[in-house]
Structures are given as C-alpha cells and as structure tokens.
C-alpha cells in the first residue's frame, strides 16, 4: 500500500470531527510550567480524542521541549505534526539549539552552500527535538525599506538572489528529514503595515508578481518545497475583497493551478491582527478551507474553530469531500515522516545532534562571511588603531535589551582598554540622554552598536523617534562615529551623517562577535549589501 492508499485508509476510519482536527496546528509550549496560556487542558483532551492533529512550539529548551512534545503524542491518538518557527534556527525558540543569522545576513554572504547547510542544520536539531515543520524559509522579496515585518527575515531584494538561497534552503531542510515552509505567498515584501497588527495591501499586479515576488516560490515549488504559508495580505488585483490567506483565486488559482503546487497550504497565524480584525474566527477558518488551505495555523480557540468548521459541514457551506482531501494531504506528511512508525523521539540520542560542534561553527561561519561595510569616510576603522584615545561605547537598543549588547561592549572592552561603556533604549529619560551626549566632545570615538530588531506586532522598522533624533544629533558633538547596525540596515535613512556604517543584520552572538572583530580590523568585513540603501 503506498502513502496515497494509506493516507485514505486512515482518514476513512476517522469520525468527521477527527478529520477537522487533524487540520488545526494548535499552539503549546516546551516548558512545562507555562504552559497554561494555550489552554492546554482543553487541548490536550481533544488530542486525547484525535481531534487535534498539529501544533506549533513556541519557546522551551532543549532538555525539556523533547520530554513535553514526548508526552503529548504518547498522548495523542494519531502522531501530532509540530511545527515551529525557527527561521534562525532551532535556536529561535529553544534555547540551547543553535542559533543562525537572520535571512538577510545569509543574502549579504550570498552563498547557496552555507544557506543549504544552514537549512539542514535546523532540520537535524529540529527533528531531534520532536519538530517536523520548520516555518521557513522566508521567501519574502524585500523591496519596501520601510516594511516593518519583513526585512532583516528578507533574504534581500533581488528575486533571484532569494530564489537561489530559499532552494538551498529548502533543499538542506529536505536532506534533515524536516519539511520546510515557504512563506509568506504570494509576497509580504512591498508592505508597509505589519500583519499582525492590522491588513497590508499590496498594489501589485499579475505582471508584478511574476516578475518579482512569485520568483522564489517557483523555484522553491521547482526544489520540492513540501509546504507554502500564505500571508494575509490583500492584493487587489487578484482579489479585492478578501486576503491572500482566504482568497480561492490566490490559494486555489494562483498557487495551486498556476504554479501547479501539489503539497501542503497553511495559512498564517489565524491570531493575527490582519484575521481577527476583519473577520469573526469561525468564519475565518472556514473560509480558510473553501479558499484550499490545509491547515489552520494557531487559530485563537482551537475547540471553538473545529465547531465552526463542522456546523459549515453540516450547513452545506463546506463540502466534507473538502475537509477530506485536505486531511488525507496532512496524513500522508505524517506518514512520510514516518510518524506512523514512530512518533517520539529518543532524548538520549538527540544530543548528539543537538550539540554538534559543526552547528554553532557554521553559525559563526555566515556571521563572518556576512558582516558589510557600508562605508567609512574619515578611515575610522579598524578601531585597533585608536589604542590609548577615549573611546565611548553607547548601545542603543531599541524597545527590545539585548545580551548582544553586553557581548559586544565587553570584546571593544577587552582589546581597548581606554573604552567606556554606557547603554540606552526608547525609555531612557531625556535628561539622561543629554547628561550622556555631553560626555562626548571632539576627541571622543564614539561607537553606536544599534540594536534595532524587526518582530511582530512593533508596526515599525526603524529606531523610535526619540533614540533617532538623539543618534543624528551626536555627529555635532564629535566627527568620529562608528555605527554598527545588528537589525535594520536602512538606518541611514534616520542618521544619514555617520561617518562609518557596519551591518551585521542580526543580533544573535555569532553576529556580535563577527562584527566586532570586522571592526577592530582581526577580520575582513567580506559581506555586500543585499538591498539599496538611499
């Protein structure tokens, strides 16, 4: 019997409710004594009863994630497929994995060896964990410098630049045994509203999309790509009532008939601002599945949502032959990742994947090959060369503190002895801004590692107003400014003055230290910028 003839076997002996709920991919998290702000109990007696088939991790560590996803598909009747968003890794949600670059880091290295290497690297430790689905990569053609979601997660604005690094991508996720998740279809790059605060449009025709944002996601689909998420952006041309996320004409025209993928859709997070802002949830996820999605991606009320979907089937709203189809789609991924066989993972032996060596190298790796002098006017760098002058060493963190931070000021502090160390954020009083800038007089180096990071529900890319302004007043106070960009590199678009500008594109401790050896001249900033800046 082949995985097909199985996966009917399977779903002919499931109740219709056991069907719907292998559908819904339902949130939890790998630490036990939190896990009680995803209704866990409600939960896991659906799964108990078959009727909850995925979830999606957020957090935990790699000690106790593998126990608690253990328990839950000891649990379960049917193998639950996990899924999580580990774009930088296995790292992004389990502390202990290994954690990589952000995406744009990778498209300033612009090489399909380390992007492979790095998608199967995640793959290995996610699998180690008990995770199936990595949520990336991210496909997103990064052309809005203002889009405050995207960006950094880009890799780049050349659509054939992140055609070829999502392949790799794809294909070294593939070799680890996961199933990789392209996403955001058809394109989140030309926005410039965050989605998970409210609905971006997107102004792009047909003919726009099959020139730029639609690139990568053949190649991916061309790669095997096992899995496309689609976004929830309204694109007018296709569609102009409903989000790409619920549109038929994206989901079933655009995506199934045109690009001719045959594997699995999901939408994005159903808990988004773009979704629960626009529609009621039960008639979101309902729409979700008319529209061909085939699985519900962390729906608020998981229960609530699988009723929503049965009173659709039993209305006539929804044909069962629908939700069918699209379980039988979910059964043969389990099945294929030899779920079915076995669903637990051995926690002894994940260690060893988990700790390689060879990870956390190859994190350190793309940090070197990515970090990219922008420019360097008044031949400030390497910073070496100032051993004995004043050198201030101001972080400026955006909304977010973070231990890169730290790490950063304390190897300047280690080489340069002379370095003072101060740290701001968007809370920091005025008055302690201003005691700071006047710190600074002509002679100072004053270097600005800025930690500006892009995540959701922030609705902005750049630096708050009040860090802006005091970062573009301080080249008045001294012409020998070094700025270090660890997020956003369209920085310059709020601090066009600066002298000296670095990017690192992230802030994960690879980054760091790449960055500041790139810096005080122990190694050559080899990385090019993947996007224009003004």
Not at 43 to 53: F, L, N, P, Q, T
Not at 129 to 139: E, T, W
Not at 313 to 326: F, I, Q, T
Request: proline share 6%.
């Amino acid at each position: 019997m082949n995985v097909t003839e199985e996966a009917k076997k399977i779903a002919s002996e499931l109740t219709l409710r056991q069907l719907v709920g292998q559908l819904v991919v339902a949130p939890f998290t790998g630490k036990h004594e939190s896990a009680g702000r995803f209704e866990p109990d409600r939960v896991k007696e659906a799964i108990e009863r078959g009727e909850v088939g995925g979830l999606i991790l957020f957090g935990g560590d790699v000690f106790e994630t593998p126990l608690v996803i253990n328990s839950l598909q000891r649990l379960s009747r049917l193998p639950l497929l996990v899924s999580s968003d580990l774009e930088c890794g296995a790292g992004m949600q389990v502390r202990g994995a290994t954690r990589f670059t952000n995406n744009m880091a990778l498209g300033a290295a612009d090489s399909a060896e380390l992007a492979r290497a790095m998608g199967r690297a995640t793959a290995v430790q996610a699998r180690a964990l008990g995770i199936h689905v990595v949520l990336a990569p991210v496909l997103d053609v990064q052309t809005e410098p203002a889009n405050p979601i995207v960006n950094t997660r880009a890799f780049g604005e050349d659509p054939a630049r992140v055609a070829r690094l999502g392949a790799a991508f794809v294909a070294g996720c593939l070799a680890g045994e996961a199933l990789p998740t392209a996403k955001h279809f058809p394109g989140h790059g030309a926005t410039t509203v965050d989605s998970h605060l409210k609905l971006p449009t997107a102004d792009r025709s047909l003919a726009d999309l099959e020139r730029t944002e639609l690139v990568p996601f053949r190649a991916a689909i061309a790669a095997g790509v096992p899995a496309v998420m689609l976004g929830h952006i309204r694109f007018p041309a296709i569609d102009p009532d409903l989000p790409a996320s619920l549109s038929p004409p994206v989901i079933t025209g655009l995506l199934r008939e045109r690009l001719g993928f045959g594997g699995l859709i999901m939408t994005d997070a159903l808990m988004m601002g773009a979704i629960v802002e626009e529609f009621p949830e039960e008639e979101a996820v309902v729409l979700a599945l008319k529209a061909g999605n085939d699985l519900l991606l962390y729906p608020q009320r998981p229960i609530e949502s699988i009723d929503a979907v049965l009173r659709a089937v039993e209305w006539g709203d929804l044909p069962a032959e629908r939700v069918r189809a699209s379980a039988e789609r979910v059964l043969q991924a389990k099945l294929g990742l030899g779920l079915f066989a076995e669903r637990t993972v051995r926690i002894l032996e994940a260690e060893t994947p988990l700790f390689e060596s060879g990870h956390e190298a190859l994190s350190s790796r793309i940090a070197a090959e990515s970090i990219s002098l922008v420019r360097d006017r008044a031949g400030l760098l390497p910073l070496g060369q100032w051993a004995g002058r004043r050198i201030l060493c101001v972080s400026v963190e955006d909304e977010l503190r973070s231990d890169g931070a730290v790490r950063f000021g304390e190897l300047l502090a280690e080489e340069l002895r002379t370095t003072q160390r101060f740290r701001v954020d968007d809370t920091t009083e005025p008055a302690a801004l201003a005691r700071l800038r006047e710190e600074i007089d002509r002679d100072t180096i004053l270097v600005l590692p800025i930690f500006c990071r892009v995540r959701g529900f922030k609705g902005r890319a750049g630096l708050a107003e009040n860090l802006a302004r005091w970062v573009a007043s301080l080249p008045e106070r001294t012409p020998s400014i070094v700025l270090a960009s660890f997020g956003t590199p369209y920085l310059l678009g709020q601090l066009p003055d600066v002298p000296a500008y670095l990017c690192a594109y992230s802030d994960c401790e690879a980054s760091v230290e790449a960055a500041a050896r790139a810096l005080l001249g122990k190694a050559e900033a080899r990385g090019r910028l993947p996007v224009t800046l003004g």
